[in-house]
């Protein structure tokens, strides 16, 4: 039995981490400058309603405080020992203790909301309404801050929006037709049931055998790949490393290239690269600005067409946005505080790889240990004189595998 841990260190961060940490603490200085501002002007004039906003401001600085925290704390002690798989899940644990927050601000705007049906109260629209756009805009701008100005944190993302959009491509192969001078030629990533390669054939003609394949990715890496001839087709020797975000150019034997370009579809990594830290401050900006459009909206019906109704009624249905995006966020963080397998489809993949000339894959765990980093465990049981190297080699494509734990049982030949 051997076992094999790789790589080494246990630093399991976002890539953007401490980019999402700036991020969230300017956010947080917006809203103390905010709250400051409320609070000390509604003394100064007399305001109740200003000092009220002020002080929930200071609940929604409250809440992006812990954010900022987890994403420090998290920093500091990346490297530190005591944490076996490193503090990428501490954002995690921080978004389930947003989501909890989340949920008690809207059973508490929720009671509130039906107590004014029942018992209506004066509304003074002069100072409310101000204010309520005021937050908006506050609400606006954080969200801007915290996106990154265009950054890549989408909000179909944030909100966990998706990430479950499975079959809508064919899993087993990426097609490419591609018009040559012979005739076209139609090139695809084969991984049905088998490690991803490249296989091309000529739609009218057959493609010569000496023909070959170079990748260049993003990051200006370059790969070639030799192509054998299978009776119909050509396919390459090698498998093709994950991600399959490349441009393919095709060497044709007597000359001619030609490019086509491949796209890496995330699917059920969406989940594993999500930062459930940022999605809860996220949220919580978005919650307040829905909150404050939606008060706006009825202070404006209530003021003009006398309808004190819409106060309430406004303030209950920003009560069932947020529990509905509290709830979203306490399952997904849930999930991977209590290890669940983030990624159903990668598991497959894992046994595809693993199980071929006889090896059988016995237990298989897979977590996420951080955005963007996932764990695994394998118990191999194999009739071939194999070690752990073997299989971690077999598996390097999975670059989002950043820690891996080879177990390696030998059969004897019955």
């Known amino acids: 039995m051997q076992k094999a841990f790789f790589p080494h260190h246990h630093v399991f961060l976002a890539a953007d981490h401490e980019r999402s940490e700036r991020k969230t603490w300017a956010v947080i200085i917006l809203c103390g400058l905010m709250m400051a501002g409320e609070i000390i002007g509604g003394i100064l004039f007399g305001s109740i309603a200003l000092v009220a906003d002020g002080l929930h401001m200071s609940t929604h600085a409250g809440a992006l405080l812990l954010a900022a925290l987890a994403y420090s704390y998290a920093r500091k ?17 921080a978004g389930f203790m947003s989501a909890i927050v989340l949920a008690m601000i809207a059973i508490l705007i929720g009671y509130e909301s039906v107590t004014r049906v029942f018992q209506p109260v004066p509304i003074h629209f002069a100072e409310a309404i101000p204010i309520a756009c005021l937050g908006l805009a506050v609400n606006v701008i954080s969200a801007w ?30 097609k490419r037709l591609i018009a040559a001078a012979g005739g076209a030629l139609l090139l695809e990533i084969y ?59 095709i060497h044709l034997a007597g000359g001619g290239d030609h490019q086509v370009a491949f796209e890496e579809h995330h699917h059920g990594h969406a989940g594993a690269h999500r930062d459930n830290n940022m999605r809860a401050a996220v949220i919580h900006v978005l919650a307040d600005a829905a909150v404050s459009m939606l008060v706006i909206i ?40 209590l290890d669940m397998n983030p990624d159903r489809e990668l598991t497959d993949k894992l046994r595809q790889a693993i199980e071929v000339e006889g090896d059988r ?54």
């Open 145 to 174: 801050l915290l996106s990154g100005a265009g950054h890549h944190h989408h909000g179909h993302d944030a909100l966990g929006h998706g990430e479950h959009g499975r079959g809508d491509h064919d899993h087993g192969t990426e």
């Open 77 to 93: 002690h990346a490297r530190d020992g005591r944490f076996t798989f490193g503090t990428g899940k501490l954002g995690d644990l």
């Open 191 to 249: 991984e049905r049931g088998v490690p991803p390669r490249f296989r091309l054939q000529g739609e009218n003609s057959r493609v010569p055998a000496d023909t070959m394949i170079e990748t260049l990715r993003p990051d200006g890496s370059r790969q070639l790949f030799q192509l054998h001839d299978r009776g119909g087709y050509l396919e390459s020797a090698q498998e093709i490393p994950e991600p399959h975000e490349f441009i393919a150019q």
């Open 361 to 414: 894959l016995e237990d298989l765990h897979l977590w996420r240990v951080g955005p963007g980093h996932l764990a695994a465990i394998l118990c191999v049981a194999t009739l071939h004189h194999r070690d752990s190297t073997y299989y971690r080699q077999r598996l390097e494509r999975f670059t989002i595998l950043s820690h891996l734990t080879v177990e390696v049982i030998p059969l004897q030949a019955s």
């Open 298 to 337: 009825g202070l404006v019906l209530a003021k003009a067409f006398g309808w004190l109704w819409m106060d309430p009624l406004a303030g209950m249905i920003g009560a069932c946005v947020i529990a509905s995006w509290s709830y979203g966020l306490i399952r997904d963080t849930a999930a991977i505080l």
